[in-house]
């Protein structure tokens, strides 16, 4: 069946460093990946997309890569700040389902410290 | 534009009470879903709506039913509420893809917080 997988379900780094987030994919090749952020006691805020066919996209300080190869989406926060503190979700395409649906990776909680 | 907006915003109901979730979009879209999220488990689609007048199930649809009432409003109702159902409920609505300018990125409301003792 389609997997979706967020390897880390924690990640902890200090103000202005990098921090890169890990979705995989398997039994199914995306036409695309989306990422969302979720602050506590809220919904899911749509954040990129990134198309099969793009290698890398970028949006402010905001970087997400799609490696078809390795199955893999990386999405990185530059110069991370505290208030970039949220739960982080990768989504893709369900094909099972309807053309919009999507299912989600469990999500991956990062904390900035200053 | 207020989004996708959802009522109530918590909800205590007894095993076995009913109730019904409202949820109304105001940027035309075409597609609305109902999801579940639970801790560990992530958010899961309850039930879905392509278009106005259709319906179908997601990957979780036992104990509850949908009604998409017109273009702006979907609704989930729980008819016999059990503690499994316990649970935070969103709305989510996106553009269909027929447009084609959407890869169904999905708005999402802020969610109703249901306890069923």
């Known amino acids: 069946s389609q997997k979706i997988e967020q390897n880390s379900e924690a990640l902890n780094i200090q103000e202005g460093k990098t921090a890169t987030l890990t979705c995989n994919y398997t039994?199914?090749?995306?036409?695309?990946l989306q990422w969302y952020r979720q602050d506590p006691g809220r919904g899911p805020v749509f954040l990129l997309l990134?198309?099969?066919?793009?290698k890398e996209k970028r949006k402010e300080r905001l970087k997400v890569t799609f490696d078809t190869t390795l199955k893999q989406s990386l999405f990185h926060i530059t110069a991370s700040q505290p208030a970039d503190s949220a739960t982080y979700l990768c989504?893709?395409?369900?094909?099972?389902?309807?053309?919009?649906?999507?299912?989600f990776g469990k999500g991956t909680k990062l904390s900035v410290k200053p | 534009n207020a989004g996708v907006t959802q009522t109530p915003k918590f909800q205590v109901l007894k095993t076995g009470q009913s109730m019904t979730l409202q949820c109304a979009q105001d940027?035309?879209?075409?597609?609305m879903y109902w999801y579940r999220q639970d801790p560990g488990m992530g958010l899961r689609l309850i039930y879905y709506?392509?278009?106005?007048?259709?319906?179908d199930k997601g990957e979780v649809p036992n104990g509850y039913n949908v009604s998409r009432l017109n273009k702006r409003e979907f609704s989930l109702r729980l008819e016999s509420a059990a503690p499994s159902q316990t649970s935070v409920y969103f709305c989510?609505?996106?553009?269909?893809?027929?447009?084609?300018?959407?890869?169904?990125?999905?708005?999402f409301g802020p969610g109703t917080r249901l306890t069923v003792t």
């Open positions: 989504a893709s395409r369900n094909y099972g389902g309807s053309q919009g649906n999507l299912i």
């Open positions: 039994n199914y090749s995306p036409a695309y």
């Open positions: 990134i198309r099969e066919n793009e």
């Open positions: 940027m035309n879209h075409n597609s």
């Open positions: 709506s392509a278009s106005e007048g259709t319906t």
């Open positions: 989510a609505s996106s553009e269909s893809l027929q447009t084609g300018t959407s890869a169904g990125e999905q708005y």
